[in-house]
């Protein structure tokens, strides 16, 4: 494993790199805590709700799981841009602030509860370094925040990662 980010520098079989990130995660907040655009009511979160299902019966890397991909994604995304019919600011705020919340709940339970290291996050995940002795703890808080908050993680390892930023490494 190499990890070369901010001091870290581990080169050892004793640690892995692990990256989580929230499936769906802004639809997903809305669908699951029933949240919507005030002038759109419940309604919002039925039609959200069938185009993310449409998206998880279509393959991975097909044009039509891009495009309900995108659909998901630029409904949240028009909920914060005055010109679209999607807009509401309360909306976008209550996604956002709650997503974070819950993102830096689930990686505050990782450092606290593990010798873990956070190499870097995002809006909808992030990757640590821990020692290999303690994945399946990690794994088991992952799922502990997956059923406190009707979210699903997607994970996966890495044998390296170099960071120069969030949005700029290699893995």
């Known amino acids: 494993i190499h990890a070369a980010v901010k001091g870290i520098h581990k080169s050892t079989d004793e640690y ?21 655009p005030a002038h759109l009511g419940s309604t919002f979160c039925k039609v959200y709700s069938h185009l993310y299902d449409m998206r998880k019966s279509t393959p991975k890397g097909s044009a039509m799981n891009a495009a309900l991909k995108l659909s998901l994604n630029s409904s949240y995304g028009d909920s914060g841009n005055e010109y679209s019919p999607l807009y509401d600011p309360q909306y976008t ?20 509860s593990t010798d873990s290291k956070i190499l870097m996050a995002n809006t909808d995940g992030f ?37 120069n930023n969030v949005n700029n490494y290699i893995s």
């Not at 892995?16 to 919507?36: E, G």
């Not at 088991?140 to 979210?151: A, I």
């Open 16 to 36: 892995i790199i692990l990256t989580y990130d929230v499936a769906s995660f802004y639809p997903n907040l809305s669908i699951k805590n029933n949240i919507s």
């Open 93 to 112: 705020m209550s996604i956002t602030c709650s997503g974070q919340m819950l993102l830096t709940m689930l990686i505050e339970s990782i450092i606290e």
């Open 127 to 163: 990757e640590l370094i821990t020692n290999r002795k303690d994945v399946d703890l990690v794994n088991s808080l992952v799922k502990k925040w997956e059923e406190l908050t009707s979210l699903t993680m997607e994970g996966d390892t890495y044998e390296s990662m170099f960071i």
